[in-house]
């Protein structure tokens, strides 16, 4: 059978949801609102769950991989330019459509508890909705142009829903930051496909990898500027040095739309758009060292900032800055495999610690300040138990889904040659910065006396604790479907997309060994967190006032903001000002009004000698005139000028 | 000579004396329009010169033995009378309000 696996449906549902609770939604009434929400995604889920049967085997065998459902009409036909309505489904895009339907599913349960005392949930709903019609676009498309309109939208409703709560201004701004900073890298996006579009003559994926593979001598020159285009758009919608800015600020939007845009879908698109674009990577050795070392510095750097802040959600965000900074690293090292199992390993558990998070702070009616929580294991069990689950599993605990995914990129930056070696030791530096960060705020939030009296700490119902509990199962056994030898079932059903990496026979004993020393990092992070944080004390306070230099510095997130608002931000706000009001309202507004009125009353200055207001002389004009006119027709001018020697070519009727 | 003088009586009047009239008499328009400082003086006087057109409609009319000068006059006494009867209108209230006709006195519209 040639069945249609009926693709267009995984995007459309969601977005008649977007369109139903968006229109109807503020006259229907909740339940409603809540069940389209709910089941446009259940929809999506399900259908990609059905379409997976055909690649795992279990169902009705594909008749080609990928499968590629388009729309009859061409989308752009212009020349020799094409460009097509296309979906492709093959092992990457079904990897992740299954990561965005279900755990968009799971955190659209949750937001239900979450947002249930909150006005305009179906504001909130649609939203998210929109969100998974852009994002599951993104993922389906086939070529760079439609991606690019999934790769906007995301970016749309980031946007919306950072700045859910607009009436704050801190959540107007965020919102506003995120957009423009994306702006940046949707720039160099663009920049990308416009090269692409010079050289390849096409934006369709599969054409441009089979263009390459034809020309198997191709490399560098224009393919890394094509490379390193796309990457800047990466280090915008991922949040990578230097663009990273925005994703710190987007926690001012609600937790579960942290947890799925900021944390578990949207900002993994940079890795995602890579794992794709692979082929193009894998020409240019140099933009791969960039990807490489943008991802490691990132990762060790906002995990260094994440060591001291005190908001729980900061926390989270600078976390998830750094594990993206993995993935890039494992995408810059040609591990494409191993990138994207960290990002599905992530999406779990980053998941599941932001909707944690989020319990916790429902549960102490809004608080985010952890210097303010504690004791919470008794009073909110489920959530103190699969926060642990998460916190084990991106601490790298053995045989959680982190130790995994993370030693597989650490293991492929080591023997990837060249400078992989100090890249490994940045990424298992980063690995024990990450536990101790974890366990800090493990600790904080769960351990010792709570230390606010306001609070009275509750938990969660069951529509938030459910999704807790199933993102824990994964979070726990996640991991060991990349289990074995080049990442085992996961390596090799990825492999016809993304190809086999790092095949190394024998070296299974270092990769062990590598564990080991991944293991151990995060068990130092553990155990110092554990020195200053298990007991209330003052060693903490202490190291601080002592190294106040350092630590002033990372509380303040190295001066990034200011220094970016400094050297940008002031700039161009006094430059567009200085446009605004002396170049278009002076120079050009007031000079456009200046000449106008300029010349009528010049016009007015000449012509208002004619208007004396004396009828007589009017009268005498007129009588002038006439007998001008009466002179003109009536003295014989051929004659005279014939007199004076002129002759006029006047034809006279006798 | 006394036959002569018969004879002189009995030729028609020749058109150039008619149109010269015309033209004296809308001359003397003009000029009463230019000078004259009474509104209803010149009043009369743009009524002079109209009935000066009149008069070469008329002439020339008879010159070429057709009828439309003779209708255009009629039409142009018409609207001389209901000019006159707006006109007259129109210094009666002028004089009501400004108790005065000259025309240079009446000029509160001027800037």
């Given at each position: 059978m040639n069945g249609s696996l009926h693709l267009w449906l995984i995007p459309l549902l969601p977005f008649a949801g977007f369109l139903l609770n968006g229109i109807l939604g503020r006259k229907l009434p909740k339940a409603l609102v809540t069940a389209i929400a709910l089941l446009m995604p259940l929809g999506s889920f399900a259908i990609v769950l059905s379409a997976s049967r055909g690649f795992l085997g279990?169902?009705?065998?594909?008749?080609?991989?990928?499968?590629?459902?388009?729309?009859?009409?061409?989308?752009?036909?212009?020349?020799?330019?094409?460009?097509?309505?296309?979906?492709?489904?093959?092992?990457?895009?079904?990897?992740?459509?299954?990561?965005?339907?279900?755990?968009?599913?799971?955190?659209?349960?949750?937001?239900?508890?979450?947002?249930?005392?909150?006005?305009?949930s179906w504001r909130y709903f649609a939203y998210l909705n929109l969100f998974l019609f852009f994002m599951t676009v993104l993922v389906l498309a086939g070529n760079a142009l439609l991606m690019f309109v999934g790769w906007e939208g995301v970016g749309l409703a980031s946007y919306l829903l950072i700045g859910f709560w607009f009436q704050k201004t801190s959540a107007a701004d965020a919102g506003k930051k995120a957009f423009v900073v994306n702006r940046i890298g949707d720039f160099g996006f663009l920049i990308g496909m416009f090269l692409l579009l010079a050289n390849f003559g096409t934006l369709t994926f599969s054409d441009i990898a089979a263009t390459l593979s034809a020309n198997p001598a191709w490399t560098g020159g224009v393919l890394t500027a094509t490379a390193l285009c796309l990457f800047v758009g990466a280090t915008g919608k991922s949040a990578q040095l230097p663009l990273y800015v925005w994703l710190p600020d987007a926690m001012e939007g609600p937790t579960p739309v942290s947890a799925l845009i900021h944390a578990a879908t949207m900002v993994t698109a940079g890795v995602y758009m890579i794992a794709r674009t692979h082929f193009l990577f894998d020409r240019s050795p140099y933009a791969l060292g960039v990807v490489a070392i943008i991802g490691a510095a990132t990762a060790l750097f906002a995990a260094t900032i994440g060591l001291v802040q005190t908001d729980i959600k900061r926390v989270l965000a600078y976390s998830t800055v750094s594990q993206l900074g993995y993935m890039f690293l494992g995408c810059g090292v040609a591990a494409y495999s191993a990138a994207i199992f960290h990002l599905m390993t992530h999406s779990f558990f980053k998941a599941l610690l932001f909707l944690a998070a989020g319990s916790v702070i429902h549960g102490m009616g809004g608080e985010q300040d952890m210097r303010k929580m504690g004791g919470l294991r008794e009073r909110m069990p489920v959530t103190y138990w699969t926060m642990t689950a998460a916190v084990l599993a991106i601490a790298g605990f053995p045989f959680f889904s982190a130790f995994f995914s993370k030693d597989a990129i650490l293991y492929a930056a080591f023997v990837s040659g060249g400078i992989g070696k100090v890249l490994w030791f940045v990424g298992l530096v980063t690995a024990a910065l990450t536990s101790f960060y974890m366990f800090r705020l493990w600790y904080l939030t769960f351990w010792g006396e709570l230390r606010s009296h306001e609070a009275h700490p509750h938990e969660s119902p069951w529509s938030m604790t459910g999704p807790l509990a199933i993102l824990a199962v994964l979070s726990v056994v996640g991991g060991w479907i990349g289990f074995g030898g080049n990442l085992g079932p996961f390596g090799r059903f990825l492999a016809p997309t993304l190809g086999v990496h790092n095949t190394e026979a024998g070296a299974a004993g270092l990769e062990w060994g590598m564990s080991a020393l991944a293991v151990l990092a995060g068990a130092i992070g553990w155990y110092v967190a554990h020195r200053f944080y298990s007991q209330p004390s003052e060693s903490a306070t202490k190291l601080a006032t002592s190294f106040a230099g350092p630590y002033n510095l990372l509380v303040h997130k190295y001066y990034v903001d200011e220094i970016y608002s400094f050297l940008f931000v002031k700039p161009v706000l006094a430059l567009s000002r200085f446009f605004l009001e002396w170049v278009v309202d002076v120079a050009i507004l007031g000079g456009l009004a200046w000449l106008l009125g300029g010349i009528a009353m010049l016009c007015g200055a000449i012509l208002q000698r004619w208007q004396s207001g004396n009828l007589r002389s009017y009268a005498a004009w007129l009588a002038l005139g006439a007998a001008a006119l009466l002179l003109f027709v009536l003295l014989p001018w051929t004659l005279l000028l014939a007199g004076i020697g002129i002759h006029v070519g006047m034809v006279t009727h006798q | 000579m006394n036959s002569n003088y018969a004879q002189l009586l009995q030729q028609d009047v020749p058109l150039t004396w008619y149109l010269l009239l015309s033209a004296v008499l809308f001359c003397l328009g003009i000029v009463g329009f230019l000078i004259k400082r009474n509104l209803i003086t010149v009043f009369m006087s743009i009524e002079l010169m109209l009935n000066a057109v009149n008069l070469s409609f008329v002439t020339f009319a008879h010159q070429w033995h057709a009828v439309k000068g003779q209708i255009f006059v009629f039409f142009v006494m018409m609207v001389a009378a209901a000019e006159a009867a707006v006109g007259l209108a129109i210094i009666i209230a002028v004089f009501r309000a400004r108790a005065t006709l000259a025309v240079d006195r009446i000029d509160l519209m001027k800037l």
């Open positions: 279990i169902g009705p065998p594909l008749a080609s991989v990928p499968h590629i459902e388009s729309l009859d009409y061409p989308w752009i036909n212009a020349g020799l330019f094409h460009v097509d309505f296309s979906f492709v489904l093959d092992q990457l895009s079904l990897v992740m459509l299954l990561i965005i339907t279900g755990v968009g599913l799971l955190i659209h349960i949750y937001s239900v508890g979450y947002m249930e005392h909150e006005d305009g | -």
